[in-house]
Structures are given as C-alpha cells and as structure tokens.
C-alpha cells in the first residue's frame, strides 16, 4: 500500500509518493510492512516525465521481481516511440500480459500507474497524466481489465471547456494549457484518498491565506509544487503514525519526490529519485 500524488503546473509536473510496501495477514487482520525505503517513483526521461505507482508491488511477498522494477525495465524502452500516447498504450498492454503470468486471483491484481510526461502540439509542450488502472470505482475496490487513458481534459471543470464535445485532441490539449496559464492547477492522488483529501484541502486553504496576505512565493518558483505534492502524504503518514491501530498503518516510510521542469527539462529530487 501507498500514496502517490501528482501535482501539474504551468512551469512543472511535480510527483510524489511514501515508501511503505505491506501485506495484508487474512490471519491476523493487520498489515504486515516488508519494505519502507523503496521509491515508487521512476522517471520516464524521454517524454519528460515519470511513472508512480500504487497497489500490486510484486508477485507475492517473497518475490524477487517488483513493479518497480518492472517499470523501471520498461522506461528504458521510451526512446523508441514517437509520442507519449503510444508509449502509455504499449505500457498498458504490456503490462496487462505481465499480471496475467503471475496466475494469482484478480482481486490481488488491483493497480495504478500515473504516467506523465509532456507532449508536443504545435510547438508548445503541454503536460498530460495518463491513468493506467485497472480499478473500475473511485474507491479502488473492483478490479476490470486494464485500461488507459488520458486525465487533464476530462477532469477540467466544465467553465474551462467551452462547452463543445466535437473538439480535437489538439484543441483539447490547448485549452488544458489556457487553464495552467490562469495558474490552475491539476491535482491528482491514490492511495487514501479520504485521509489525503482532508489533509490537502487544509494545506490549500492555508495557501490561499497566504497568497491573500501576500506572503506566498512567486508562483514560478518550483519548490512550491514540490511542497503540494509531498506535504499531504507526510501528514498522512503521520497522522496513521499517531492513531492508527498496530497493524493498520499502511502509508509511511520515506517521503520521494521528483520534479520535471518545462521550460528546462531539468529533473531534481531532494530524495534521490
């Protein structure tokens, strides 16, 4: 188990994820944790971007092989293609063929990849965040084939969308690069969605304040985005550190971050990734 989030800007697409890897014990009803240091944060330098995951981490607890791994296998293989489109379809499939090997009931097979990476229409580089899942609910709890698609123009509220459904995917992309240029953002996590919610509406409404008393940094600088990407799952953390139950925690570890720069290509991470 874990929480990953990944915040999208005009200037950067920050992503962020804790280190916690458990198994849940049907036996004793807790979770086990077998790893908290592993990133789950792999970057994709090709298209600019990176994969973070969250759900299946490998085969079973004894497994050698890891989705990390697996991920981290398959961006290697970025430089072959053209756009990041065709890229999170192969991943899609690819991936789809490797659960599938490990013959183990579905209901253990639940995953979440966030693809993201930059794209080019008509020379201007605009972000996108594919969803490769194979949960069919916003709760994560039934599991359908594996799927792909894109998220930044579907999840845009509708004022931004001129009300037209017979736009191309390049007029698409145009107006998801209007909406950033107004200093929106795209805010996405899995994980706990219910504790991560709660816990980023405070920390955004806390920003607002400052921004309203002037106190807030220029808005270009990048380390902000990096904050809003890993301050919620640190305050998750140690929310389930001071109240959870013994056995019950299920996000912590190290805290990873990444950032991609637009205007640079520039990746930096104050952990290592």
Same mark, same amino acid.
């Given at each position: 188990?874990?929480?990953?989030?990944?915040?999208?800007?005009?200037?950067?697409?920050?992503?962020?994820?804790?280190?916690?890897?458990?198994?849940?014990?049907?036996?004793?009803?807790?979770?086990?944790?077998?790893?908290?240091?592993?990133?789950?944060?792999?970057?994709?330098?090709?298209?600019?971007?990176?994969?973070?995951?969250?759900?299946?981490?490998? /085969?079973?607890?004894?497994?050698?092989?890891?989705?990390?791994?697996?991920?981290?296998?398959?961006?290697?293989?970025?430089?072959?293609?053209?756009?990041?489109?065709?890229?999170?379809?192969?991943?899609?499939?690819?991936?789809?063929?490797?659960?599938?090997?490990?013959? #183990?009931?579905?209901?253990?097979?639940?995953?979440?990849?966030?693809?993201?990476?930059?794209?080019?229409?008509?020379?201007?580089?605009?972000?996108?965040?594919?969803?490769?899942?194979?949960?069919?609910?916003?709760?994560?709890?039934?599991?359908?084939?594996?799927?792909?698609? %894109?998220?930044?123009?579907?999840?845009?509220?509708?004022?931004?969308? /001129?009300?037209?459904?017979?736009?191309?995917?390049?007029?698409?992309?145009?107006?998801? %690069?209007?909406?950033?240029?107004?200093?929106?953002?795209?805010?996405?996590?899995?994980?706990?969605?219910?504790?991560?919610?709660?816990?980023?509406?405070?920390?955004?409404?806390?920003?607002?304040?400052?921004?309203?008393?002037?106190?807030?940094?220029?808005?270009?600088?990048?380390?902000?985005?990096?904050?809003?990407?890993?301050?919620?799952?640190?305050?998750?953390?140690?929310?389930?550190?001071?109240?959870?139950?013994?056995?019950?925690? #299920?996000?912590?570890? %190290?805290?990873?971050?990444?950032?991609?720069?637009?205007?640079?290509?520039?990746?930096?991470?104050?952990?290592?990734?």
């Amino acid at each position: 188990m874990t929480v990953i989030s990944s915040v999208i800007s005009t200037y950067c697409i920050a992503v962020s994820s804790d280190s916690f890897l458990t198994v849940y014990d049907s036996s004793t009803k807790s979770n086990e944790i077998i790893e908290n240091r592993k990133p789950k944060i792999i970057r994709v330098e090709k298209f600019l971007g990176a994969f973070s995951y969250w759900g299946l981490a490998a /085969k079973s607890k004894y497994s050698k092989s890891t989705t990390y791994d697996w991920l981290s296998k398959i961006s290697n293989e970025a430089h072959t293609f053209n756009n990041l489109e065709n890229f999170a379809t192969y991943v899609r499939d690819e991936l789809d063929q490797e659960i599938k090997s490990f013959n #183990i009931e579905k209901k253990y097979t639940g995953i979440v990849i966030h693809l993201t990476g930059y794209e080019d229409y008509d020379g201007f580089k605009i972000p996108e965040l594919f969803l490769i899942s194979n949960f069919t609910n916003s709760t994560s709890s039934k599991i359908g084939n594996l799927g792909v698609s %894109r998220q930044l123009y579907p999840t845009m509220p509708d004022e931004y969308k /001129k009300n037209n459904t017979n736009l191309t995917q390049s007029e698409k992309q145009h107006l998801v %690069r209007d909406f950033l240029a107004k200093g929106k953002l795209f805010i996405f996590n899995n994980g706990d969605p219910d504790m991560f919610n709660p816990i980023f509406n405070g920390y955004r409404d806390a920003m607002t304040l400052a921004k309203k008393r002037k106190l807030i940094k220029d808005s270009n600088d990048v380390e902000i985005y990096r904050n809003i990407a890993c301050r919620p799952i640190e305050m998750v953390a140690k929310a389930q550190r001071d109240f959870y139950k013994k056995g019950k925690i #299920i996000v912590g570890g %190290r805290v990873y971050d990444l950032v991609i720069e637009k205007s640079t290509g520039a990746f930096t991470s104050t952990s290592g990734v």
